[in-house]
């Protein structure tokens, strides 16, 4: 983590990351000393906004290293909503979620809990074709089609696709946990329902996701260090010239 540095936002995705990872092992730690324990699910789902966080931030770091012709306050502000919108995300879908899970409220109550949730869930899917939209806009820059390309800026260009990728997982789990706390039914709780369910769409999931951003992560350890690298001899030869 500490290996990409603190440059445009590295520390941020990869903290994220190993914020998310935590939370999965404190689920599974309530998990498995209470499996009908409500606050595992709802940890459970929480833990997905730092999931997403992680790839807002590990794209930013992205396009700072492959886009030559961004605009770095565009980018900064982007940034900053995006993370404002899933927090507030955060906040609703938390609130909605322990106050439907209380034992003895009336369904109304249940009913105004559940719209939080779904209007929390719905702001984490509108982050992610947020997300999404802001890497095509990626590919689709005439730097990172170049085929002239330093080491930093290849190392961008994986870091984008790794986000690319793990897109379409993050997508079937928070639409999946959308659909949990739309019905409410047994079988499709994060934490006590179907196995089949449980595995294919949460565990699998997941660990995709998290295996594709971690070895991404380590094949761009040294993309900070290159870029200052080469922009510290650009510098060089231009003061001999």
């Given at each position: 983590?500490?290996?990409?540095?603190?440059?445009?936002?590295?520390?941020?995705?990869?903290?994220?990351?190993?914020?998310?990872?935590?939370?999965?092992?404190?689920?599974?730690?309530?998990?498995?000393?209470?499996?009908?324990?409500?606050?595992?699910?709802?940890?459970?789902?929480?833990?997905?906004?730092?999931?997403?966080?992680?790839?807002?931030?590990?794209?930013?770091?992205?396009?700072?290293?492959?886009?030559?012709?961004?605009?770095?306050?565009?980018?900064?502000?982007?940034?900053?909503?995006?993370?404002?919108?899933?927090?507030?995300?955060?906040?609703?879908?938390?609130?909605?979620?322990?106050?439907?899970?209380k034992h003895g409220v009336t369904e109304e109550e249940r009913a105004k809990d559940l719209k939080l949730?779904?209007?929390?869930?719905?702001?984490?899917?509108?982050?992610?074709?947020?997300?999404?939209?802001?890497?095509?806009?990626?590919?689709?820059?005439?730097?990172?089609?170049?085929r002239h390309e330093l080491p930093y800026q290849r190392q961008g260009k994986w870091l984008t696709y790794?986000?690319?990728?793990?897109?379409?997982?993050?997508?079937?789990?928070?639409?999946?946990?959308?659909?949990?706390?739309?019905?409410?039914?047994?079988?499709?709780?994060?934490?006590?329902?179907?196995?089949?369910?449980?595995?294919?769409?949460?565990?699998?999931?997941?660990?995709?996701?998290?295996?594709?951003?971690?070895?991404?992560?380590?094949?761009?350890?040294?993309?900070?260090?290159?870029?200052?690298?080469?922009?510290?001899?650009?510098?060089?030869?231009?003061?001999?010239?």
């Amino acid at each position: 983590m500490f290996k990409h540095g603190v440059r445009h936002g590295a520390i941020l995705g990869w903290g994220y990351l190993f914020i998310f990872l935590t939370l999965r092992i404190v689920s599974s730690a309530m998990q498995m000393n209470d499996p009908r324990n409500p606050s595992a699910a709802l940890v459970a789902s929480i833990g997905l906004s730092p999931l997403l966080l992680s790839a807002v931030s590990i794209l930013h770091e992205a396009r700072a290293y492959c886009v030559v012709n961004r605009r770095s306050r565009i980018d900064l502000g982007s940034l900053v909503v995006l993370h404002f919108i899933i927090s507030t995300a955060v906040a609703l879908t938390g609130a909605g979620a322990s106050g439907a899970q209380k034992h003895g409220v009336t369904e109304e109550e249940r009913a105004k809990d559940l719209k939080l949730v779904e209007a929390g869930m719905g702001l984490l899917l509108l982050s992610l074709v947020a997300l999404l939209g802001s890497a095509v806009l990626s590919l689709s820059s005439s730097s990172f089609r170049s085929r002239h390309e330093l080491p930093y800026q290849r190392q961008g260009k994986w870091l984008t696709y790794a986000v690319l990728h793990s897109l379409p997982f993050i997508a079937i789990r928070i639409i999946s946990s959308l659909v949990y706390f739309s019905t409410q039914s047994a079988a499709l709780n994060p934490v006590s329902g179907d196995i089949g369910y449980r595995v294919g769409f949460g565990l699998v999931d997941e660990l995709i996701v998290s295996i594709i951003l971690i070895i991404a992560g380590l094949c761009t350890l040294n993309a900070g260090r290159d870029q200052s690298g080469s922009r510290g001899g650009s510098e060089s030869t231009a003061l001999r010239k």
